[in-house]
């Protein structure tokens, strides 16, 4: 493809900018964006540079269109004065104020392409502004900036000149396309790749000013200034591609995603610098390549720029980003165009997102005490009192509360668990009010999400509610975003609500924690887990004695995965966008720092995703690559690395053998258990083994064309890719047969003792629990049944499936044989026998609590007789009576059961007062569920209780009234008194009694119908009949013994409601 | 239980009417005795186990009312109240209730010597009734209740009663007497009840009661 002229690149992006001026200037007339932050200050022209000058308390900006310096009051946010610094037709391109405040250099061009002579720069002694010196130069200035020895650094179009404002002389520092005397050495002669011309420039002194960092489109760089007019330079080619797809370089230490062009910043102490979206270090490794910018996103369209907080312990970057189209967001009247990020500086993590009154379109530079934040904006500046946000209504859910889990019990179908959560002003200032919704759709009339208040101001306590009856009969976690709508200056951090409802059947004990883990990594030296928490850029260590969080340690951006060295020392994080590797000591549990894929012999830029560690105590990383290609380019994304555990030397061979170390997509990688062996699996269905004996590729195979996701995993003797597993050659053994088509391998791990262990989770958009199942390597279909997760493993993020990078490691073991597994609320943790005892209940009959039979009524004690019940024995201590009790729940007709009592034979549960009929029971244990059970159930069906002497001799619960001791043959009833019988199953009762709750004593609770009691045949006079108070399902019948009642050792006594009688026989004397 | 001691009281008046002669010339006597008693326990039996059941070791206390109807023959009138606890004994575990009885009965008595003996040796017997009575707190798991059943609870029984004994005159008017007396009556199987599936062996209980006492002639 013909390469379009430098000529014609430069008038295009000119054209551009004139515009992007123009529609600033509409833009710049309309209404600021309420609920926003900043003080417009407007300028006319198009502003495209700016500067601070504290000592005099003023603000240069730099007019593009005008060709001026615009100065203005920091005090009165005025202008005060206007330097011209470019003849008629020329536009200023580059602007930069000298550290002593005595120079100020602005560069310009001319605004018409093909004018050759409105090209140059003015020099302005600030001291005596009449003092101006305007040189005219052939070449194209197209950006400067000053150094600590007040030598301005000139990008121009051919290259960069240092430029003396005492004495106007320039020093040549690079001409592109010549050797460069002053640049540091590297293995390859970088300028060699480089354009002949570049059209784009920007660039920026540190705070100190003893490093200078710049930016143009074809290569990023660093200049030292080490004395007067002596520095070192280091160059790293951008490898940028055209706008006509061609490339300009030739790839050398290409960036894996360039920059976009808007602006560069240094940072105060000079150890880094901001370039468009992008993070450097200066020696040029991308520390952080913010996601915030969309992949792929038009550089013409991009309107934003960033800038450092001199304060804040140096930590505090700001970066804007405008979106044209305005974000989506709750509230559609209030879209957002124009975000002030405050990120991390040192990985980029967004820290607060601030909405501001227009669009920032450049450079943003923050006084010294970091207090007030000037950026050029679309109607000229924007001021923002960043120190004095405590004057704004802002919002945010409290950090704790960000993820409100919910662990709801299967057998839990109440009216709904409640949790609060704090709406405050992070600030301190004024009340921000809002409003909550949730977008889960309920499946009953009530919604299942509740919030109380819903609407309010900050600081309030919200009651959150799931109506787990509403939910409908979901399992596993659902992961429910809050939605907020407010009027707060910021845009809250998304917070959301994990409901997690576990059956009982669902293993594993689920440790809340906040934060998205893509993968969990077993120390198998120590009794600790790592979590890669991709939300927060941290490791959160545990200990795995008791799940303890032991710390968090800060990561780079995007960490992806990560894996303990094969010495147990360190632990080697994979940073997805960066171009480092965390490195955490484990001895002291310290972050020793980012170790880099190093551009510089690498010849081209990698973004670590995946590492496993090798028999030679080497990382083995799959990395994404540029997609410019550098040396030994294969035009490929995915490339493999490796870095030494101990001296983190970097080397990346180019062959395997003989095949090529160029892939179709980044690899994920996995060694097998002694390291000798490692796997590569693609998305794109290619795999192969690596072998560390010769560093060589031992078998490849496509076997799956269809592409591959899920988890890559190595067991000592096969491979498991998805479901599939693999011998050492790569011949296929098998599938394993998953329970569901909605589900999709996650994890895969090989316990202490040898035994693999896989996990699924479920696909994208369905709710599951996940699963977890003990492997047979040699035999798939002989592998164990799967056992639910208690909550399902996180799948890939959006951003790592939209790269091409769609694998997981979700599971991992622990050295004492247990296993760790992400999940969507924190991390799962499982014994090692995860799978015993896995024989479902099996339920044999239903009868009354009180005799035993079958005669059940409506609201009264059942005993359910079988095997494997429960897992053991337990009992409930207090009324309400439990819906779960000993890792068991009952539930007839899919209504779950007040317990009384559980063991592996026999449960004791309550009926529900509206159950009548024949009715559904089901059991459900931790290992698994029963089978229905068909019982009949009327609505009144008395039967007395047994109560066991001490000799095992039975007796009715009848109690007599004279001296309040069980009536037996030794303490016989007598005629006239009353007896007290204990009795369930007489239905429902007056007011109204609920399942598991203790009856009252104010007011009684008494049956509908009275029965009737008959002594020998004789009947009594029934004085009391209902719930016995403080207890559950027990009646009491209270009545007087008949004068004429029969006497004898075995007197029948019957109670009768509606069909249904029962009898005991008690004694009776005189 | 009062009603079935007014039958009991009334017929032993009755009693004491018809065997008085009244064409001699009559001597009376009154007083009071009382000192220990005790029962023979019976058997009780169930298809496994066994034991025995009966009233206790107690003590005793009642009054007489006499008549001379010559030298050698007399009667007396006698109530005699008996405390003896109920007691079943077995090696499933051993019971107790409390337990008492009323006894009134007519007996006649032959004298071995004179009047103006100083020293008559005399044998009686007669009949009445006695009441058993169980008393006390009832256990609701009676040890060995799958044996016998020890009930608070009332019931009559006929009694019939005999004896020896030897007066002693100790002044003109005043006589001491001891005596032994054995009474007898069927078990009371309501206050003591025989457990479903056990049966109580024997019918007869013998209730051996020495007697001390002192009485005023007139």
């Known amino acids: 493809m013909k390469k379009p002229s430098l000529v014609w690149k430069e008038a295009r992006s000119l054209v551009v900018i004139l515009l992007l001026s123009g529609l600033a200037a509409q833009l710049g007339a309309q209404v600021p964006f309420t609920n926003s932050v900043g003080q417009i200050i407007p300028l006319g022209g198009h502003i495209n540079e700016v500067a601070i000058d504290e000592a005099r308390g003023l603000i240069y900006a730099g007019n593009f269109s005008a060709g001026t310096v615009e100065v203005v009051s920091m005090a009165t946010k005025q202008v005060t004065a206007r330097y011209t610094t470019a003849p008629i037709g020329a536009a200023t391109t580059g602007m930069a104020l000298s550290p002593n405040k005595k120079w100020i250099i602005a560069t310009y061009v001319s605004a018409e392409s093909g004018v050759s002579q409105f090209r140059g720069l003015t020099r302005i002694n600030l001291n005596d502004p009449t003092d101006r010196l305007s040189i005219a130069r052939g070449d194209r200035p197209l950006g400067v900036a000053f150094s600590a020895d007040n030598i301005a650094l000139i990008v121009t179009n051919t290259g960069l000149e240092l430029f003396n404002p005492e004495t106007g002389q320039f020093r040549e520092l690079l001409a592109l396309g010549e050797t460069c005397p002053s640049c540091a050495e590297l293995p390859v002669d970088v300028t060699l790749h480089l354009p002949r011309e570049v059209s784009q420039a920007s660039v920026a002194a540190s705070l100190d000013a003893r490093w200078i960092f710049g930016q143009t489109e074809a290569f990023v760089f660093s200049y030292l200034a080490r004395s007067p007019g002596v520095g070192t330079l280091l160059l790293r080619p951008a490898g940028s591609v055209d706008g006509a797809g061609s490339s300009i370089t030739d790839g050398y230490g290409a960036l894996v995603r360039e920059p976009v062009l808007q602006g560069v910043s240094g940072s105060a102490d000079g150890l880094s610098f901001m370039a468009g979206h992008m993070l450097f270090n200066r020696a040029l490794h991308v520390m952080a390549d913010t996601p915030i910018v969309p992949e792929g996103f038009d550089n013409p369209e991009f309107i934003g720029g960033n800038g450092y907080d001199p304060d804040k312990d140096y930590n505090t970057v700001y970066f804007a980003f405008s979106d044209p189209n305005g974000q989506a967001e709750s509230n559609p009247a209030h879209p957002i165009h124009s975000i002030l990020y405050v990120m991390d500086a040192d990985n980029l993590r967004v820290r607060q997102q601030l909405r501001t009154a227009e669009q920032i379109t450049g450079r943003i530079v923050v006084t010294s005490d970091g207090d007030e934040l000037y950026a050029v904006s679309e109607s000229g500046l924007m001021y923002v009192p960043i120190g004095g946000l405590d004057q704004h209504p802002m919002l945010e859910v409290r950090a704790e509360d960000r993820f409100v889990t919910f662990e709801i019990d299967a057998c839990e179908r109440g009216e709904g668990i409640t949790k609060t959560i704090r709406i405050e002003n992070p600030s301190g200032g004024p009340p921000a009010q809002f409003s909550l919704t949730s977008m889960l759709t309920n499946s009953g009339q009530r919604p299942a999400i509740r919030f109380q208040p819903s609407t309010g101001t900050t600081p309030a306590d919200v009651k959150v509610t799931v109506d787990v009856g509403a939910l409908g009969p979901v399992q596993g976690a659902t992961t429910i975003p809050i939605q907020i709508s407010t009027d707060a200056v910021n845009i809250p951090q998304p917070a959301f609500i994990v409901a997690n409802i576990k059956a009982v059947d669902q293993r594993g004990t689920l440790v809340p924690a906040n934060g998205r883990f893509m993968e969990v990594v077993g120390d198998p030296f120590r009794d600790r887990y790592y979590a890669i928490d991709q939300d927060n850029f941290e490791i959160v260590v545990f200990d795995s004695t008791d799940n303890r969080v032991l710390g968090r340690l800060r990561t780079g951006n995007t960490p992806t995965q990560g894996a303990v060295s094969r010495t147990g020392e360190r632990l080697f994080v994979a940073n997805s966008f960066s171009e480092g590797m965390t490195v955490v000591n484990l001895n002291d549990l310290t972050v020793e720092g980012m170790e880099f894929l190093p551009w510089q012999t690498l010849g081209e830029g990698h973004y670590p995703y995946s590492v496993t560690a090798d028999n030679t105590n080497r990382m083995v990383i799959g990395v994404r690559r540029s997609p410019a290609g550098g040396i030994g380019t294969c035009g490929s994304p995915g490339r493999v690395d490796f870095m030494h555990a101990i001296s983190m030397s970097v080397t990346s061979l180019d062959t395997f053998g003989v095949v090529t170390n160029c892939y179709g997509a980044i690899p994920a990688v996995s060694a097998t258990p002694d390291g000798s062996r490692v796997l590569f699996a693609q998305s794109d269905g290619f795999m192969q083994v690596f072998t560390t004996t010769d560093n060589e590729i031992i078998f490849t195979r496509q076997q799956f064309a269809g592409g591959l996701q899920g988890t890559v995993g190595a067991g000592p003797d096969y491979f498991i890719v998805e479901n599939n597993i693999m011998n050492s050659s790569l011949v296929p053994r098998g599938v394993f047969p998953d329970s569901s088509p909605n589900v999709v391998s996650s994890g895969f791990a090989v316990t202490s003792d040898g035994v693999g262990v896989r996990s699924v989770r479920p696909l994208g958009g369905q709710v599951d629990t996940g699963a977890i199942q003990r492997i047979d390597a040699r035999d798939p279909s002989q592998t164990m049944g799967q056992i639910r997760l208690a909550s399902p493993p996180l799948g890939p993020s959006a951003r790592m499936l939209e790269l091409g990078f769609p694998f997981t490691r979700s599971l991992s073991a622990l050295r004492d044989g247990r296993l760790v597994s992400t999940s969507s609320a924190g991390v799962v943790e499982l014994p090692k026998g995860f799978d015993s005892g896995v024989e479902v209940p099996v339920v044999s009959a239903i009868t009354s609590a009180a005799d035993f039979t079958t005669q059940i009524g409506s609201g009264g004690l059942i005993s359910i007789f079988g095997r494997n019940l429960a897992p053991g024995t337990a009992g409930a201590v207090d009324a309400p009576l439990p819906r779960t009790l000993g890792n068991a729940c009952v539930t007839v007709n899919g209504e779950s059961l007040p317990l009384l009592y559980v063991s592996p034979g026999q449960i004791n549960a309550q009926l529900p007062f509206g159950t009548v009929g024949p009715s559904n029971a089901t059991i459900h244990s931790e290992t698994g569920i029963s089978d229905v059970f068909v019982t009949q159930v009327d609505p009144s069906a008395p039967t007395i209780f047994q109560v066991t002497g001490p000799d095992s001799s039975q007796f009715a619960a009848v109690f007599r009234s004279e001296n309040f001791k069980l009536a037996t043959l030794s303490n016989p009833l007598r005629p006239n008194e009353v007896a007290i019988i204990y009795a369930t199953g007489l239905g429902q009762v007056s007011p109204l009694a609920l399942p598991g709750v203790a009856a009252t004593t104010v007011p009684l609770q008494v049956v509908g119908a009275t029965p009737v009691v008959e002594f020998g045949g004789v009947a009594g006079d029934v004085v009391y009949a209902g719930l016995a108070p403080g207890f559950v399902g027990l009646y009491q019948i209270n009545v007087h013994v008949p004068g004429n009642a029969p006497l004898g050792l075995q007197v029948p006594l019957t109670v009768t409601m509606g069909a249904n009688t029962t009898a005991v026989s008690v004694r009776i004397v005189d | ?218």
């Open chain 2, 1 to 218: 239980m009062k009603k079935q001691m007014r039958s009991l009281l009334a017929g032993s008046l009755l009693g004491l009417c018809l065997l008085a002669s009244p064409g001699l010339a009559q001597q009376y006597e009154i007083g009071a005795l009382g000192l220990i008693s005790d029962y023979t326990s019976v058997n009780v039996a169930n298809a496994t186990q066994s034991g025995t059941v009966g009233p206790a070791f107690g003590f005793s206390g009642g009054f007489i009312l006499g008549q001379m109807m010559n030298n050698r023959w007399g009667g007396e009138f006698r109530y005699i109240y008996f405390r003896n606890d109920l007691e079943l004994n077995a090696g499933s575990g051993d019971a107790e209730l409390g337990g008492q009885s009323h006894a009134i009965h007519y007996d006649v008595l032959y004298y071995f010597a004179d009047p103006d003996v100083r020293v008559r040796p005399y044998v009686a017997g007669g009949f009445g009734m006695k009441y058993y009575q169980g008393t006390g707190s009832e256990d609701p798991f009676q040890p060995s209740s799958n044996l016998a059943l020890l009930t608070k609870t009332g019931e009559v029984m006929p009694a019939a009663d005999f004896g020896v004994g030897v007066k002693w005159r100790i002044g003109s008017r005043t006589t001491f007497r001891l005596e032994f007396r054995d009474y007898i009556t069927g078990v009371p199987q309501k206050v003591i009840a025989a457990a479903p599936g056990a049966e109580i062996d024997g019918s007869i209980l013998h209730h051996w009661a020495p007697f001390f006492g002192i009485t005023w002639v007139f």
